[in-house]
Nanobody
Framework: QVHLAESGGGLVEPGGSLELSCAASGFLFNFYAMMWYRQTPGKEREFIARISSAGDSAYYANTAEGRFTISRDNAKNMVYLQMNNLTPEEPGVYYC??????WGQGTQVTVSS
């Protein structure tokens, strides 16, 4: 059974940084690309970043490019999202996903001074 568990969310000031983590289990982790999404109340879940199964290529939404970095550790079955220079428009529940079909429970990020 696929299990994804996000952590690392919290309260950060505008311009601050957070690193989110996602622990994966129940599938052959190094066979799958992994993704991060964000959902805010009243909006659809929004794509943030994707990393290839080997970790050698990444793709970002325009809003994340240059500020966020997705990475993974296939030895530990972990995927990460380093977020820098967060803006007040970016709070929400952040989810990691396998193939946009399996989801964790999410981790809340609040951006406020």
């Amino acid at each position: 059974q696929v299990h994804l568990a996000e952590s690392g969310g919290g309260l950060v000031e505008p311009g601050g940084s957070l690193e989110l983590s996602c622990a994966a289990s129940g599938f052959l982790f190094n066979f799958y690309a992994m993704m991060w999404y964000r959902q805010t109340p009243g909006k659809e879940r929004e794509f943030i970043a994707r990393i290839s199964s080997a970790g050698d290529s990444a793709y970002y939404a325009n809003t994340a490019e240059g500020r966020f970095t997705i990475s993974r550790d296939n030895a530990k079955n972990m995927v990460y999202l380093q977020m820098n220079n967060l803006t007040p428009e970016e709070p929400g529940v952040y989810y990691c996903s396998r193939s946009a079909a399996d989801w964790g429970q999410g981790t809340q990020v609040t951006v406020s001074s």
